[in-house]
C-alpha cells in the first residue's frame, strides 16, 4: 500500500509540472498551424495567378462561399478562389472554382490591414499586406504574416523596427 501510494504521489508531482507546458505546446501548435494555413493560401494563390494567368483572390469568409465584409474577420477563416469575373471588389461567383478553404483552429483574434489579397498574372503587382495571429497569450506570443508586392510571405515576431505586434483585444 506503501508503494503505492508514492507512486501516486510521483505521478502527481509530474502531471502538475507538466500541465502547464502542455498548455503552452497546445497553443503554439494551433497558431504554427494557422499561420502556415495563410502561408499555404498565400503560395497556392500566387504560384495559381501565374499558371492560370488570372487574378486569384485569397479573402476572408464565413461560409466558404462568399468573401466578407466588414462584418468578417480572418479569424472566421479564409479562401482562395480564381476571379475569372473580374469584379471590382473581387467576388466569387459559382462558376468560379475555389482553390482553398481553410477553417482556423487557434483560439484568439487574427487580424488584417487589407480586406483581401489579389495575385496577378506576369509581374503584375499584387496586393501587399499584413495578417496578425494573437492567441490569448497576447503581443508576445504573437506572429504576423506579411504579403509583399510581389505576392512572397515571410513570418515574423516584429513590426518593423523591432518592435512588438499589436493583438486587438
Do not use: H
Amino acid at each position: 500500500m506503501l508503494e503505492l501510494l508514492v507512486v501516486l504521489m510521483v505521478a502527481a508531482v509530474l502531471a502538475a509540472a507538466a500541465i502547464p507546458g502542455l498548455g503552452a505546446f497546445i497553443l503554439n501548435a494551433r497558431r504554427t498551424a494557422d499561420v502556415n494555413g495563410f502561408v499555404t493560401a498565400v503560395q497556392l494563390a500566387r504560384s495559381e495567378a501565374f499558371k492560370r494567368g488570372r487574378t486569384v483572390v485569397l479573402c476572408k469568409t464565413a461560409d466558404g462561399m462568399r468573401c466578407g465584409g466588414s462584418d468578417v474577420d480572418f479569424d472566421q477563416g479564409w479562401m482562395v478562389f480564381v476571379n475569372d469575373g473580374s469584379e471590382n471588389p473581387p467576388r466569387r461567383d459559382s462558376d468560379e472554382p475555389r482553390l482553398y478553404e481553410y477553417r482556423p483552429e487557434m483560439a484568439g483574434s487574427i487580424t488584417a490591414n487589407r480586406r483581401l489579397f489579389e495575385f496577378r498574372p506576369f509581374g503584375r503587382r499584387s496586393t501587399n499586406g499584413t495578417v496578425t495571429f494573437c492567441d490569448r497569450r497576447g503581443a508576445v506570443q504573437a506572429r504576423a504574416v506579411i504579403v509583399s508586392f510581389t505576392g512572397r510571405p515571410r513570418v515574423t515576431r516584429n513590426r518593423p523596427g523591432l518592435r512588438p505586434l499589436t493583438c486587438e483585444v
